[in-house]
């Protein structure tokens, strides 16, 4: 009886001791890396935005601009409502691509208004204003950046975060770039945005893959000295803590309306170069980027899967719209396979498969912003192999790891 009493005593003192233990707090400044933390495996990843403490002690007695979007979550509760009870002074919403509730399709012209909930002001950053006017930005100290990105070149909340950090340096603001992990953050792969080929989907000369979170982007492009006449932007960060770049992360919200599950966040960097072509990736369907197809594919072998797209949220006009497209369905594949390098077998064999080459590529620019470069598209077009593409990466992924290194936060 007296060991089974020391040992609930001793499980007591021990889970008591445990919850009183805390890790202490750390605002990241910019070009600075986070002390090496202990093992902290067993805790749960603290993002930058639930560092509430601290967020209202940096933000004491300033005006504040949000940008932010349906994914600016401190648990079940927006980012900005939260501010606001705590006392901060926000004055204004910035919304990137998809809008500030994110229900808005790829491309789809976002307009300015004003949040129900709070009556703040709303300013739009995407179509004819990506990156804010001086009047936009009057009566403001900081804008606080709090997006959810999913690790890959053309996903356009780092071009917002770009036009953000100009803006400011410009105006002089400070920027807070709340940090959050990257889904897709365990491997770097594909090939480097050239020059020529600068676009909204490709600002910076970083691969595909790049293998970031967008704090650790932040401070890249203030680093590199990318922004608009070489411009230093008044950069902090609050990075996430428990958190090392290998850890498997599920998103709690979706980040874009067709992003919708983590296969999909998964197979997104390979698949999405399907947009420059005829192939439809399940736009209007209810998994898109899990899917791929198209109507002549019909009869060939590996493609026997079948979908529609349909006008639906998210897709009001689907490519393909109301046709039979067989394909593949890649999810059993993502959700079993831990992805670990960007997949162009799919694009090959699609290309491949397809009656008409020529038409294969029905976007040709717009494969080429994708991609960075033309070299992908002749390179496919050519007949060239997997592993003859791969090679050709090689040397520009290596010096890019290599200035890549000085801005990591996180194991």
């Known amino acids: 009886m007296f060991s089974i009493r020391y040992t609930f005593l001793s ?5 008591v001791m445990s919850c009183q233990s805390k890790l202490p707090a750390q605002v990241t400044p910019a070009h600075k890396t986070t002390e090496k933390l202990e093992d902290e495996s067993h805790k749960s990843i603290i993002v930058g935005a639930e560092r509430i ?3 209202k002690e940096i933000l004491k007695n300033k005006r504040v601009g949000i940008v932010g979007n349906q994914t ?15 006392g901060v002074q926000v004055i204004k ?3 990137p691509e998809h809008g500030f509730r994110g229900d808005a399709d790829a491309g789809e012209h976002v307009a300015s208004n004003v949040d129900a909930r709070t009556g703040l002001p709303i300013v739009s950053i995407y179509g004819d204003n990506k990156k804010p006017k001086a009047e936009q930005l009057k009566g403001l100290d900081v804008l606080v950046l709090d997006l959810q990105d999913v690790g890959a070149r053309f996903y356009t909340y780092i071009s917002t975060l770009h036009y953000i950090m100009e803006a400011a340096a410009e105006n002089n603001l400070s920027v807070l770039v709340l940090d959050r992990p990257n889904p897709n953050g365990h491997y770097v792969d594909g090939p480097i945005r050239k020059e020529g080929f600068v676009s909204f989907i490709g600002m910076h000369p970083i691969p595909v893959v790049h293998g970031m979170t967008i704090a650790e982007i932040a401070q890249m492009i203030n680093g590199e ?23 498997k ?10 992003l919708r599950s983590d296969e999909a966040i998964a197979l997104y960097p390979s698949l999405c170069f399907f947009e420059g072509t005829d192939v439809s990736v399940g736009r209007g369907t209810p998994t898109p980027f899990e899917i791929y197809g198209h109507p002549t594919l019909k009869g060939q072998a590996g493609f026997d899967y079948t979908f529609k ?8 006009q689907p490519l393909l719209e109301n046709q039979q497209c067989y394909g593949e369905n890649l999810h059993e594949y993502a959700k079993n396979n831990e992805i670990h390098q960007l997949e162009i077998k799919w694009l ?3 290309y491949k498969a397809m009656g008409s080459k020529e038409s294969f590529f029905s976007r040709k620019r717009f494969f080429d912003l994708l991609a960075g470069t033309d070299e992908l598209r002749i390179q496919i077009s050519a007949g060239k192999t997997e592993q003859e593409i791969r090679a050709s990466w090689e040397e520009g992924l290596d010096n890019f790891k290599q200035t890549r290194a000085q801005y990591l936060l996180y194991k």
């Not at 992360?249 to 067709?258: D, E």
């Open 11 to 15: 499980l007591f003192i021990f889970l």
């Open 249 to 258: 992360y599920s998103l709690p919200v979706s980040p874009s309306p067709n």
């Open 93 to 95: 919403i910035f919304s």
């Open 348 to 350: 090959i064999a699609a």
């Open 225 to 247: 000295g990318w922004l608009d006449k070489k411009v230093k932007c008044d950069l902090s960060v609050l990075s996430c803590l428990n958190y090392e770049r290998t850890m």
């Open 72 to 86: 600016s979550m401190v648990g079940a509760t927006h980012l900005v409502d939260t501010l606001l009870s705590e």
């Open 309 to 316: 797209p349909v006008s639906s949220f998210g897709a009001k």
């Open 53 to 55: 403490a601290e967020l």
